[in-house]
């Protein structure tokens, strides 16, 4: 059977190009600085997100942990979206390993958090209050849509945290969707951040590996923590080989995987049963809502994979979609087919 998966674009494979590039790869001891290719991966990082310097770890969560031991120290606050990765997805590593205490304030449907909401949270000076440190926003924001959140957004946040003396921290694990869906460079979306991450095992098809980025001061600190967390890898070239052809090959064709997401709302719009906000649809995420005469989500799931199609259930009523590299748009019409045939047997 035909299987489309559009469960997550960390499904992807790397590209031919990307097994030659680690076949090739010229390796060194990158815990020495030696490993050449690793090296290449990190200066064209800092390029793309206009920092002074980066780190290559093993994950986005190890890139965000890492970020969140170098600029919190134990017991000090940060501020971050009740519906962020970090706070659902990272297994509360902040506080587990590093005594940080996460404070969550509303995302809303778009991803930002509301300024005067952030602005009232951030601790006065008491001894019986942590310390607010950092604000830590998300960009593409993952549970919210996929929304991408824009320069002039990132440009209020970041006069209120400079306003405060704070820190700004953007796990941009998919920062260069929202860069192609804004028409702009990642850099511009960076310029605010103390410190930006973003993976390369997602929409750019690496097969593993993310980026951290900031002030050298910062990223050789970074180092330290990465260390700690047992994110010392040797010859790690053979995974930053595939990065650099990511960053070179694979941003500008994230609008295709954009038109096809789009194109999957339009599609899923029409059926009945199925109840998606098009205005939400920015980038390579679908979210959709199903009617109270269909299967819970992940029964409905179930049904669609044994019709060789893919989604991630989230909640009772609602399904996730991320189209990605190898889904093209002949996929997401044999999708809608089948979206459409469980819709109108689960429906009767």
Do not use: W
Request: proline share 4%; charged share 25%.
């Amino acid at each position: 059977m035909r299987r489309i998966d559009l469960r997550s674009d960390t499904v992807t494979l790397p590209t031919d190009s990307m097994r030659r590039a680690i076949a090739e790869a010229e390796l060194g001891d990158d815990v020495f600085g030696e490993d050449p290719t690793v090296n290449r991966l990190e200066e064209r990082a800092a390029e793309l997100s206009g920092k002074e310097a980066a780190l290559f770890v093993a994950s986005g969560t190890m890139a965000n942990l890492v970020c969140e031991l170098t600029h919190c120290g134990r017991g000090d606050e940060m501020i971050l979206g009740d519906q962020s990765h970090i706070l659902h997805y990272e297994q509360g590593g902040c506080a587990a390993l590093g005594g940080i205490h996460p404070r969550a304030v509303r995302n809303l449907p778009d991803g930002t958090l509301p300024l005067d909401e952030v602005e009232a949270v951030v601790r006065d000076d008491n001894v019986h209050f942590p310390r607010t440190k950092l604000v830590v926003v998300e960009n593409t924001h993952n549970r919210c849509n996929g929304m991408p959140l824009d320069a002039a957004y990132m440009a209020g946040i970041g006069s209120l945290v400079r306003r405060f003396g704070l820190k700004l921290h953007v796990d941009g694990a998919r920062i260069f969707n929202a860069a192609v869906a804004l028409g702009v460079p990642a850099a511009e979306l960076a310029s605010e951040a103390d410190s930006i991450v973003f993976c390369l095992s997602k929409g750019l098809a690496a097969p593993a590996g993310a980026l951290v980025c900031g002030p050298s001061d910062f990223i050789a600190e970074a180092r330290r923590n990465r260390k700690i967390l047992g994110g010392g890898m040797r010859q790690a070239g053979v995974l930053a080989a595939a990065g650099l052809v990511a960053l070179d090959e694979m941003i500008d064709r994230l609008a295709e995987d954009h038109a096809n997401a789009r194109r999957l709302a339009e599609g899923l719009c029409e059926i009945p049963g199925v109840v998606i906000d098009l205005s939400f649809v920015k980038t390579n995420i679908v979210f959709m809502d199903l009617a109270e005469n269909l299967p819970d989500a992940p029964e409905f799931a179930s049904m669609l994979a044994a019709e060789g199609l893919l989604i991630l259930p989230l909640g009772p009523g609602k399904l996730r979609a991320v189209t990605h590299y190898r889904i093209t748009s002949e996929d997401i019409e044999e999708a809608l087919v089948v979206f459409k045939r469980v819709c109108s047997l689960a429906g009767n």
